[in-house]
């Protein structure tokens, strides 16, 4: 199935050829379900450290700005309000620790 799909399509003569082709296709698939994934993940109570490698992790698979990644890290921790309104002045991932 795969052969029959590389032959199916012009201009696809070599590896490098055939993954530019796929990233440029999947790419902005694979952003959206890390978003998804980044939006619906959160911070255990025994767990701080692993949160943000988790979450960092999943960012990297996707290109997600750090900015929008401590978005993410923040609305993910389940705590009171007024703890998660001071990590807003975060500008790293590290801050938010």
Same mark, same amino acid.
């Given at each position: @199935?795969?052969? !029959?799909?590389?032959?199916? =399509? *012009?201009?696809?003569?070599?590896?490098?050829?055939?993954?530019?082709?796929?990233?440029? =296709?999947? /790419?902005?698939?694979?952003?959206? *379900?890390?978003?998804?994934?980044?939006?619906? *993940?959160?911070?255990?109570?025994?767990?701080?450290?692993?949160?943000?490698?988790? @979450?960092?992790?999943? !960012?990297?698979?996707?290109?997600?700005?750090?900015? !929008?990644?401590?978005?993410?890290?923040?609305?993910?921790?389940? *705590?009171?309000?007024?703890?998660?309104?001071?990590?807003?002045? !975060?500008?790293?991932?590290? =801050?938010? /620790?």
């Amino acid at each position: @199935m795969a052969q !029959a799909f590389v032959r199916s =399509e *012009d201009g696809l003569s070599s590896w490098s050829v055939l993954r530019t082709w796929l990233l440029s =296709e999947f /790419c902005s698939r694979l952003t959206a *379900d890390v978003h998804q994934l980044l939006s619906t *993940d959160f911070k255990q109570q025994n767990e701080t450290l692993q949160y943000l490698c988790r @979450m960092r992790e999943l !960012a990297m698979q996707g290109g997600v700005s750090d900015d !929008a990644l401590i978005d993410y890290i923040i609305c993910g921790i389940l *705590d009171v309000v007024v703890s998660n309104s001071i990590l807003y002045g !975060a500008s790293s991932v590290l =801050e938010t /620790c």
